[in-house]
């Protein structure tokens, strides 16, 4: 998460990145998973032509197959994949959002459960197919 930690005025639109850093590694597919207080926040569509809520897809990857915003329970999941492989640092995604009028602060935390966990973020190794993903750096936010 782009940034980690900030204080964004309480009812506005703020906008976050969720980067991939692959330097030293090569891949070529990830999925996000993102849970977030949905009393607390609201995630703003990034695209009105198609059903449902998305957040904005990054520069990370020449596809993006899977977008889906729950507001119910409160989780983002995207999916992304190239034919070409990543191998440096770049922006997955693009968050944008706003905090409810009672809200004094709140938290982004990706989901991840270890290397290997299939159920949670993921990092594809090209080679491999294994997970690359060793660590995920959560959010906070104050309004």
Known sequence: MNPTSGTFQRGCVTKVTVDIDATGQTSNAADLV???????????????????????????????????????????????????????????????????????????DIKFDGVGVTTDSNVVDANTNNDLLTSATDATYTF
């Open 34 to 108: 993102i849970n977030y207080d949905p009393t607390r926040i609201t995630i703003v569509d990034s695209n009105a032509n198609s059903p449902g809520i998305q957040i904005k897809s990054g520069n990370a990857f020449d596809g993006y197959f899977y977008n889906n915003v729950d507001t119910g329970s409160g989780v983002i999941r995207l999916s992304g994949g190239s034919q070409t492989v990543l191998t440096s640092k770049k922006v997955f995604a693009e968050i944008e959002f706003y905090s409810s009028n009672n809200a004094t602060s709140s938290s982004f």
